[in-house]
Nanobody, 123 residues
Framework: QVQLVESGGGLVQTGGSLRLSCAAS????????MGWFRQAPGKEREWVAT????????LYTDSVKGRFTISRDNAKNTVYLQMNSLKPEDTGVYYC????????????????WGQGTQVSVSS
């Protein structure tokens, strides 16, 4: 069992940066791929990025490539999402997820979820 707690969200202006963190409890953190999803009001949950359990492979949705960086520290049981050059369309609740997904974009492929942290980007 893994519990996930996100932090680091907030309000930022267009072009600004935020760093999200997701702290995991449990000893099996390094056994799981970790992902970030986001959900804007009235929209479906959208995949943002995934990092494989070893940390050697990272995957991003096209709209954040070159702006966001996902990373993990298995010694600290933490995964991060560094978000630069933020845009108003990046606004939403950001969720951390863990699992062993075959399809990394599919929320149901992940077994564990955090409660989410709000990111708001003003224009």
């Amino acid at each position: 069992q893994v519990q996930l707690v996100e932090s680091g969200g907030g309000l930022v202006q267009t072009g600004g940066s935020l760093r999200l963190s997701c702290a995991a409890s449990g000893r099996a953190f390094s056994n799981y791929d970790m992902g970030w999803f986001r959900q804007a009001p009235g929209k479906e949950r959208e995949w943002v990025a995934t990092i494989r359990r070893s940390g050697g492979i990272t995957l991003y949705t096209d709209s954040v490539k070159g702006r966001f960086t996902i990373s993990r520290d298995n010694a600290k049981n933490t995964v991060y999402l560094q978000m630069n050059s933020l845009k108003p369309e990046d606004t939403g609740v950001y969720y951390c997820a863990g699992g062993r997904p075959v399809g990394v974009r599919v929320p149901s492929e992940y077994d564990y979820w955090g409660q989410g942290t709000q990111v708001s980007v003003s224009s």
